[in-house]
Structures are given as C-alpha cells and as structure tokens.
C-alpha cells in the first residue's frame, strides 16, 4: 500500500480512517509523521513520504505527531491475513518476545537466522526488529507516563528500556518531549489518584465500524466462573503473562474499546495489550471483509443490518483449545461447568478486589497429570483432553502466534477425538485464522438454509468459496441469525 503514492495520497486528502495504521505519513517540511487520517490540513504532495510502519518513520528520523498520535493506531490488517514468515515475526513482537529474548530469541522461534529477520523486516517494513520493538516501547512508555503516577524511573524499565538514558533519549525522539513534558501535557488528575497496584487504564483503537452483540456477546455467554464475568457493562477476565498475571476489563464505546488493566509487574503491559487486541479482533479491517461477502446476495443483508462484525478470539491459546474440548457436541452452560470444575480444581487462586474472579485458567502442565477418573466427561472424551494437555505441555503441539496454522491444523487432527469442527474452532478463535470455516456446525447449517444457501457441509464449502478469505467472519454472520445469548450483549 506504502508503494501506491496516488492511492496513499487520495487516503491522506479525504481523511480515510480505515488506513490508519496500514501506512503513516512523513512530512519532510516539518519532520513529522501522522496517520492519514489526521485532522491537520494535508500538506502538499510533493512534501509527503510515506511508510510501513510508524517504525519505518522513526528511523528516517521523523517525530510523531502531538494531534493524531500515529504511534496509537490500530495495528495493520495484513498480519492477521498473511501467514508467511514477516507476518508471524511481527505478531511475535507485538507480543513483546524481543523485549524478553532479544533477536535471537525471535529467530529460534521462527527458525530463522537472524540476519534473514533482519533483511526481511526491512524489506517489507522499513524497519528491523529492534527498530519495531523499540517503537512499541516508546508507545507503552508513553502509556505508562501517561495513564498511571508510577515513578519515570520505574516506567523505563516497565516498558523494556535497558537504561534511563535510554528511555529519556527515544521519548525525547519519537514524542518532541521529555517524559516530564509528555507527563504534564497528559494533564489528567485521574491518572495521579490512580492507587498504586498497577491500575492503568487506557483506549484500545479499531477501525470502524465495529458490531459489539456478538463479540462481547459470545464472551459473555461463554464465560468460566472464577475465570471470566461481565460486570458493569464490561467483560472482564484474568491473564496469566510472562512476568506475573493481570486482572482486564473491556467495555465497547463508539470510537475505541475502554480497557482497564491491574498487572502484578506493569513489564507485562505490552504483552497484556496484544492479548486482548487478538481477543476482539481489533485490528481487522471490517470494510475489506464487508465488501466481500456483501457481494453475496444472500449474505448482503445480514452484512448491511450489522456492518463490523468481529470474530471473538482468545487471550491464550492453550487456554481455548481445552475449551473446545470440553465444547464438544454439549451446550453453552455444560461447557462453562466443566471448565469451571477444573478452574476450582487446578487453577492458580488470584485476589480481586473490584469483582467475583478467583482463578487463572490452569496451564497444560496443571492438567497433564490429573486423573482422568475425576473428569465428569464421556471415557473418549476424558482421553481427547489428556492427549491434548499433554501434546501442549510438552511442546509437540505449538499454538502461539508464530505458529504455522496449517501445521497446526494437521497436528490437531491427528489427534484421537479431534475432527473438523474442533480443528477449526481452534484455528478461528486460538489461531486467529480469518479464513477459518466451520460447514459441519448446527448453527451454520441452519442459517444456511434459512437464507437459502446450501445446507450440506460441501455444498455450503464450494460457497463459501467466493467468501474467502474472510470465511470465519461469515460465519459470525450466520451464527448471529439466531436468538442464542452469545449474538446479544448482556443488559
């Protein structure tokens, strides 16, 4: 897109949101970069450069812009679609591996050397690795300065600097001001009462449209006790991260998603971000999806009744996949029951003071050596699970955000008690594949039918064809023909 200077000088003219956050803007005038969507009148074509990644900008030496803030965009659609190399390395660094392994931590879990990282990234990017992860830090630097009175001091090292000198020099550089100057022009005395357990509260980005029913909807209804709750407009949950575990709450506004984290170690901040990023979809781009099943006759009302609809992810996709397990051909609240026995029974207990959660969901190591007998699930069932957390436990079945999703698919199946529905669920909701398709689920079948689609699984595939590769959201608009709680926000 960055290549296209008509096209990208077009998007800067009219404003266009929806590229925010797909390239930035650099002004060689005033040495600025700016998302295309910001508010200032556009300058001159022959002065605009554009690039990547708000990276890219940093390194040719250009300053963010103080009105559009582009280091807060919504993260490029691209790395969602794309299932190449580049974009698994740049989910990795969204979730904060280089800050915690370095390089060469990202290229053993890519398996790449890392002068390959290297030339790719800037490559496609304009950037390397370190330059990407150095910019995500500036960011959650200027969140923490910002959102919560921790020490300056303190926020350097919470946000993965090495040194204060350090931290002081890239916020000078990226921001215009010091990490004083940026505090102070924050100006909310909110931020200073804040109490000191790591509260921080902040605004999570999307472009727009976004339908809200059946995202929070689906949490909703198909939240753990002990795990998850939806209080006071909000879907809250736990996070078991690298460094300690975390408390979010996330509510829909009309222009962003209100979030709220309590983290033991704010290190874990950027991580905790990507999650719950991944978990709302929120950087899909709902007007490439849109526009492609509304050109199915038969899908077009559903998409203009309810234009931005997402697909519910997942914080942990370890976590998801026993979900699904325990999913298996039972209802919604049987599913909850059973994830909620093993919480109480094998999960780590947390203190939360502002709700009713109790637990982290335990890890594949927690479950690995349960006995089977205590497992009030069908004998083939209790097998499947016992396979599953072991596979997970011991590193056999990778499912993170570098993994391969069709290598992750094949290792799914082979699996006893694993067929196309819960390979599939998984790859959606864990993986995060947009072009996941489920032709064998109920609800999906009977939709179908009522909008007279095919109903047979290969029939309904040969369809969905044309659908791709956004079959899982088209799914979500199937799924939402029916009255079932997850299509509907809690009231």
Not at 50 to 66: D, E, L, N, V
Not at 76 to 94: C, E, F, G, K, T
Request: proline share 9%.
């Amino acid at each position: 897109m960055h290549t296209d200077t008509e096209r990208c000088v077009r998007a800067v003219r009219s404003k266009d949101a929806r590229f925010d956050g797909v390239f930035f803007t650099a002004v060689r005038t005033t040495r600025i970069y700016c998302r295309p969507s910001c508010p200032v009148a556009p300058p001159k074509p022959e002065n605009m450069e554009f690039h990547p990644s708000a990276a890219s900008c940093q390194r040719a030496g250009f300053r963010a812009c103080k009105r559009c803030r582009p280091d807060t965009s919504p993260g490029s659609p691209q790395w969602n679609v794309r299932a190449d190399a580049v974009a698994r390395a740049m989910r990795l660094i969204q979730d904060g591996v280089v800050d915690r392994e370095g390089v060469p931590g990202l290229a053993r879990r890519l398996g790449w050397s890392t002068r390959q990282i290297e030339r790719q990234l800037l490559a496609e990017l304009g950037a390397g690795p370190l330059a990407l992860a150095r910019a995500q830090r500036a960011q959650t630097a200027r969140i923490l300065v910002e959102t919560t009175p921790m020490p300056l001091g303190e926020v350097a090292f919470a946000a993965g600097f090495s040194s204060i000198r350090t931290f002081n020099e890239t916020v000078r550089e990226v921001f215009a001001l010091t990490p004083g100057e940026l505090r102070a022009r924050a100006a909310r005395p909110a931020a200073r009462r804040a109490p000191a357990s790591g509260a921080i509260t902040l605004r999570l980005p999307f472009r727009a449209p976004l339908e809200p029913s059946n995202l929070f909807g689906h949490l909703a209804a198909t939240a753990v006790p002990g795990v998850e709750e939806w209080r006071d407009g909000a879907y809250r949950r736990t996070l078991n991260l690298p460094y300690g575990h975390g408390v979010v709450a996330l509510a829909p506004r009309a222009d962003h998603i209100a979030c709220r984290l309590s983290l033991t170690d704010p290190r874990d901040l950027t991580h905790a971000i990507s999650r719950c990023r991944r978990l709302l979809d929120l950087d899909a781009d709902p007007v490439a999806v849109d526009e492609r099943l509304r050109a199915d006759p038969l899908l077009a009302p559903l998409v203009d009744a309810a234009p931005g609809r997402r697909v519910p992810g997942s914080v942990d996709p370890a976590e998801f996949a026993v979900r699904a397990v325990l999913g298996q051909q039972v209802s919604t609240a049987a599913a909850r029951t059973h994830a909620a026995r093993l919480v109480a029974t094998h999960g780590t207990p947390v203190d939360d003071p502002e709700g009713g959660l109790t637990h982290l969901f335990p890890e594949p190591g927690a479950l690995a050596a349960l006995d089977p007998e205590t497992l009030a699930l069908p004998r083939s069932r209790r097998a499947t699970l016992l396979t599953l957390v072991r596979a997970l436990a011991d590193g056999s079945l990778p499912l993170g955000p570098a993994d391969d999703r069709e290598e992750a698919r094949a290792r799914l199946l082979a699996l006893p008690g694993f067929g196309p529905w819960t390979t599939e669920i998984i790859a959606m909701r864990a993986l995060g594949d947009p072009d996941a398709f489920l032709p064998g689920d109920l609800g999906v079948r009977r939709a179908a039918e009522g909008l007279g689609l095919p109903a047979t699984p290969a029939a309904l595939t040969a369809r969905a064809a044309h659908w791709r590769p956004w079959r899982a959201y088209a799914v979500q608009y199937l799924w939402a023909t029916d009255t079932h709680p997850i299509n509907h926000l809690p009231s």
